[in-house]
């Protein structure tokens, strides 16, 4: 088994580091005191690549794979967990309810380049205020109407809602039969009777665009189904399974990024005549989250390897969120405390990194529910 990263890997992982220290991290407090997203930094990513790594190139991708994501998602998370998870959404969920869709080769070619290469933003329209993670409660609703759909009903907790040009849509298509009739569109930003909602004001990643959106008689054109009725929950559960990784390796960063920044204040923080990391209790305590760390890193990079091996990687990507996202709360809520009165402070970062840890428990599968996914083989 080898646990050494690639040139190509090594290579990824310098340029989000360098990009992230350069140019996301001078603006971090005032992007989260003012919740101001910087397209910019977004552009300047997919100029660079960074939004297709893990696509075909006729996609608009750069044909590498999900390490190669998981490893730009992970270090751009140590700064700023708002970006990184509007860069999730669209390569992830947006990217992969076309890609784990019955898509034809032109629907592909239609709809991913856009978002993959060409800077657009892309979301992903599953949950509503009575569906979470009971998908059953879905409202939404489309209709059949000669060549068109017309949906009708509401999303929530959409990352990206407010900048988006393309969303991801899943609807039922018959009430009697719920979410067996569950299917996939792809409705673009202009279409008439859409409209984006009110953006919600969240605890953490405070930067990031998300909203409610909602559809009133929205017409389509029946060519813009990419998972046909009773097909389109197996296209949600399989993108899931793909955004786990990515929030895994966004909750992965930010205790890394926690972590670095107890163990420089420790070094530099005094007291009783000595720096704090002499002391042999902080030690031992920094040795446990240093552990739990490359503990959770390596379920990271082995559900991006088993993904990119095509291998069955639906519970590896469980394991890897519920196991990384408890430790970057840990390991976030344990900075504060080494840094004591500091920790609580605006500008020692650490305050916001926890915030933006506690998402990583809750979106794309709770941790309630990656335990609900790993139960199921434990007794079969």
Request: with cysteine.
């Amino acid at each position: 088994m080898n646990f050494e990263l690639n040139e190509q890997q090594l290579s990824i992982q310098k340029m989000a580091r360098e990009f992230t220290e350069k140019k996301v991290a001078p603006g971090i407090l005032e992007r989260d005191e003012t919740r101001e997203y910087d397209v910019g930094l977004y552009k300047e990513l997919s100029d660079m690549g960074f939004i297709g790594l893990p696509y075909a190139k006729e996609y608009g991708g750069q044909g590498l794979g999900y390490m190669e994501y998981a490893l730009a998602i992970e270090e751009i998370s140590k700064v700023d967990a708002s970006l990184s998870v509007s860069y999730s959404v669209s390569t992830s969920l947006y990217g992969g309810s076309l890609y784990f869709s019955e898509a034809t080769d032109e629907q592909l070619k239609r709809w991913m380049p856009p978002v993959m290469s060409g800077g657009h933003f892309g979301s992903f329209g599953l949950t509503e205020h009575t569906a979470g993670s009971d998908v059953a409660g879905m409202l939404t609703f489309a209709e059949r109407d000669g060549d068109e759909w017309v949906i009708n009903g509401s999303k929530c907790f959409i990352t990206n809602g407010p900048l988006s040009d393309y969303y991801a849509v899943y609807a039922l298509t018959d009430r009697e039969l719920g979410p067996k009739s569950m299917a996939t569109f792809i409705v673009e930003r202009n279409t008439p009777g859409f409209s984006i909602g009110a953006r919600h004001n969240t605890m953490g990643i405070r930067s990031a665009m998300v909203s409610e959106l909602h559809f009133d008689n929205v017409r389509i054109p029946a060519g813009n189904m990419i998972s046909s009725p009773g097909k389109g929950f197996a296209t949600a559960m399989k993108t899931l399974d793909g955004g786990r990784i990515g929030i895994a390796s966004q909750a992965l960063g930010i205790a890394e990024g926690a972590f670095e920044i107890a163990r420089q204040y420790m070094k530099q923080r005094q007291q009783f005549g000595k720096p704090i990391s002499k002391f042999q209790h902080l030690q031992f305590r920094m040795v446990d989250l240093a552990n739990q760390i490359e503990m959770a890193k390596y379920l990271v990079y082995k559900a991006a390897s088993d993904k990119d091996a095509h291998k069955p990687f639906s519970q590896a990507a469980a394991r890897a969120k519920l196991v990384a996202a408890e430790t970057a709360m840990h390991v976030a809520t344990d900075a504060v405390q080494m840094l004591g009165g500091n920790g609580y402070m605006k500008e020692y970062h650490v305050e916001r990194l926890m915030r933006d840890a506690k998402i990583t428990q809750i979106y794309e599968g709770t941790s309630e529910v990656q335990k609900i996914v790993l139960a199921k083989t434990l007794f079969d």
